[in-house]
């Protein structure tokens, strides 16, 4: 049989009347849909193909994703179609009676002789989740309402989307990781520079470090001289 080749969806682990469908072509979904429609049950399988059960509940059928091809639809309608034949009673119509075609049971009502072929002549419908047995289609899916949760639970909820950083926090991390870029670079340039370097090169080259740094200290004390006495006049 076919497989699917798309990622495998969430499966349905208990039956259910509202399967996932996700991945399954015109065909399957068709099929499935009509066969739940007859009060048939579903869930997905592991390897994404869709198991359907039948009311009776021993009546199976698989149906594939893709069912394009008519070998594989007509395999998986097969168990579907024969259930269905099995559970259909011809019924014969003469002089305004209606005569069931197995016991010659007769009525005047449509609706009579719907609920003798169901009641007499047909598997009792056995519930999913607490095996009860029904003998109607009308109660079978009553009944099966009280199991609503179970059978037709409702969708979860999609996961929200994460909030993109703003503009302004992405313009600033490219900036820190360009100048950490830039400082590593420096770094290392000057440690090969210095490490290439004679002691007493080395010690030549610190003692003009220090010269600028006490040049740099002495001209910012000027300036702070500068600033206080420019805020004393201010003040006057």
Not at 122 to 129: A, D, F, G, I, L
Not at 158 to 179: G, H, L, R
Not at 199 to 209: A, G, N, P, Q, R
Request: with cysteine; charged share 30%; hydrophobic share 35%.
């Amino acid at each position: 049989m076919a497989t699917a080749t798309r990622a495998r969806p969430k499966l349905n682990m208990t039956y259910t009347t509202n399967p996932n469908l996700n991945g399954f072509d015109k065909k399957a979904t068709k099929l499935v849909k009509d066969t739940l429609k007859m009060g048939w049950v579903a869930k997905r399988g592991k390897k994404s193909h869709m198991v359907l059960q039948a009311p009776d509940g021993k009546t199976m059928a698989t149906v594939q994703p893709n069912l394009e091809a008519a070998r594989l639809y007509d395999q998986a309608a097969a168990p579907i179609e024969a259930w269905r034949s099995k559970n259909s009673v011809e019924v014969k119509e003469e002089d305004g009676k209606f005569i069931c075609g197995l016991c010659g049971h007769e009525t005047d009502n449509r609706m009579s002789m719907l609920g003798h072929t169901t009641s007499r002549h047909s598997e009792p419908r056995v519930c999913p989740v607490c095996k009860r047995k029904l003998s109607t289609p009308s109660a079978y899916g009553q009944h099966l309402k009280t199991h609503r949760d179970i059978l037709n639970p409702p969708p979860e909820p999609e996961p929200e989307p994460e909030p993109e950083p703003a503009v302004e926090e992405q313009a600033v991390e490219s900036i820190s990781t360009e100048i950490e870029v830039i400082e590593a670079d420096e770094i290392a340039k000057r440690r090969a520079k210095y490490a290439s370097m004679s002691t007493s090169k080395l010690v030549e080259e610190m003692l003009k470090m220090s010269e600028l740094l006490g040049e740099a200290a002495s001209r910012l004390s000027h300036y702070e001289e500068k600033n206080k006495l420019i805020d004393e006049v201010l003040k006057m």
